[in-house]
């Protein structure tokens, strides 16, 4: 594989398909030097014959596993000269349906590849981003983290501790010279949707389906800003000032039918 040769480099989780696909491509066609990992080996074997062996550095990853994740770090640092601009810790599962119903080994999954994987993921390249001016920390959180979202409530509550520890970090790494923040996707084009999602969204509005390259954008956005949170599309913002003061109105609006209850349900 490929060496940084003093190319900014980013580390992206989920990398063979969706939002880490797109911004992989994206980082790629602006010079930087790309770690792809996932699951999915095919899927980054069709990213590393796209980008060039030049430009990137691919290797199968579980964020569940800490010794992988270690490694596959240690790998990436070596091809970076021991740099990393952009952690991006995209990669997520999404398994849903009511919670009553829903098999406890499915919540366990959820958890350890959401909120498990990115804790994982954080902790085991601080050093990297300590050792990197200008360094950035950035997480996939969802629209689910701005009010619990019924039939997905367990990805929502991973997502809603992805976007406090972001917060939290954000004030512990200043320290460290590291930026911290996330972006809150509504509906994204993607494979982790059920099937029917995309084709049920609404065109227009907060939660109309939108292609993956606009997460990358932001992502690309983040690095260059000192934003927090990030919301794609940018209207999510109401929808999180409304969760926060008037809860149980958006309660009662979603238990009623409303456009975020009926976009959950696919």
Known sequence: MGQANGRKSIFITGA?????????????????FVGGYDVNQAGLSALAAELGEGACIVRTLDVTDREDYRAALADFAQATGGKLDLLFNNAGIGRGGPFADQPFEDVIAVVQVNLMGVLIGIHAAIELLKATPNSLCFTTSSSSATFGMANIAVYSAT??????????????FKAYGVRVADVLPGVIDTPILPPGVVEGAPKDGMFRAIPPVEVAKVVWQA????????????????????????????????????????????
Do not use: C
């Open 16 to 32: 063979a398909s969706g939002m880490g696909l797109a911004t992989a491509r994206l980082f790629a066609e602006k010079g930087w």
């Open 159 to 172: 997502k809603h501790a992805v976007k406090g520890l972001s917060e939290a970090l954000s004030v512990e």
């Open 223 to 266: 690095y260059h800003a000192d934003t927090l949170h990030w919301y794609v599309p940018p209207e999510l913002v109401e929808l999180d000032k409304m969760a926060t003061l008037a809860p149980e109105a958006t309660r009662d609006q979603m238990a009623h039918g409303g456009l975020f209850n009926a976009v959950s349900e696919g």
